[in-house]
Nanobody
Framework: QVQLVESGGGSVQAGGSLSLSCTTSGNTYLSNCMAWFRQAPGKEREGVAALYTGTPYTYYADSVKGRFTISQDNAKNTLYLQMNNLKPEDTAVYYC??????????????????????WGQGTQVTVSS
């Protein structure tokens, strides 16, 4: 049973930084791709960043390139999202997600919710202007 638990959300002023963590348990080491998504009120869930586990490959939405960094600490079974220079439009609930074993990582073509099978409960990030 795969479980994902996010933490680290909060409120910050524009230009500030936050770091999100996603502690994983179960067979997430079998996931080829792990990712962060976000969903703002009234909007669809969108992919923010993804990484191909065990490789240096990372992928980002254009809206966060140069500001967000995704990383993983396998020893701690934790996925991270470092968010710098935050903007009000970054306000959303942020979710971490993992693929099930055997799924191919196609994050180079985009980060899409339907390609991920395990989800955390989400953590709120609020950026004020």
């Amino acid at each position: 049973q795969v479980q994902l638990v996010e933490s680290g959300g909060g409120s910050v002023q524009a230009g500030g930084s936050l770091s999100l963590s996603c502690t994983t348990s179960g067979n997430t080491y079998l996931s080829n791709c792990m990712a962060w998504f976000r969903q703002a009120p009234g909007k669809e869930r969108e992919g923010v960043a993804a990484l191909y586990t065990g490789t240096p490959y990372t992928y980002y939405a254009d809206s966060v390139k140069g500001r967000f960094t995704i990383s993983q600490d396998n020893a701690k079974n934790t996925l991270y999202l470092q968010m710098n220079n935050l903007k009000p439009e970054d306000t959303a609930v942020y979710y971490c997600a993992a693929q099930n074993s055997g799924s191919k990582c196609r994050a180079d073509a985009g980060i899409f919710p339907y390609e991920y099978h395990y989800w955390g409960q989400g953590t709120q990030v609020t950026v004020s202007s």
